[in-house]
Nanobody, 124 residues
Framework: QVQLVESGGGLVQAGGSLRLSCAASGGTFSSYTMGWFRQAPGKEREFVSAITWGIDSTFYTNSVKGRFTISRDNAKNTVYMQMNSLKPEDTAVYYC?????????????????WGQGTQVTVSS
């Protein structure tokens, strides 16, 4: 059983930056593909980014490419997402998740473990 705890959310003005962290415990962190999803009020949960185990390949949804960067530190069992040039449309609850390798990392159903979420609010 893997436990995930996100931190780093908050209120920021448009154009600002935040760094989200997700600390994992209870499993072999380095074996999991790690992803970030978000859900805005009244909208469905959507994929934001992911980083695979092993070679650390990264993937991003088009709307955050060039602005967000996902990374992981296996020694600290932590995954990060640096978010720059934030826009009001980035406002959402952001969730960290862990997926079994080999699954389709673009969809939530592939992720077996989820954090509780952290709120990101970007004001215009």
């Amino acid at each position: 059983q893997v436990q995930l705890v996100e931190s780093g959310g908050g209120l920021v003005q448009a154009g600002g930056s935040l760094r989200l962290s997700c600390a994992a415990s209870g499993g072999t962190f380095s074996s999991y593909t790690m992803g970030w999803f978000r859900q805005a009020p009244g909208k469905e949960r959507e994929f934001v980014s992911a980083i695979t185990w092993g070679i650390d390949s990264t993937f991003y949804t088009n709307s955050v490419k060039g602005r967000f960067t996902i990374s992981r530190d296996n020694a600290k069992n932590t995954v990060y997402m640096q978010m720059n040039s934030l826009k009001p449309e980035d406002t959402a609850v952001y969730y960290c998740a862990a997926a079994i390798p080999g699954r389709n990392l673009w969809i939530g159903e592939s992720y077996a473990y989820w954090g509780q979420g952290t709120q990101v609010t970007v004001s215009s």
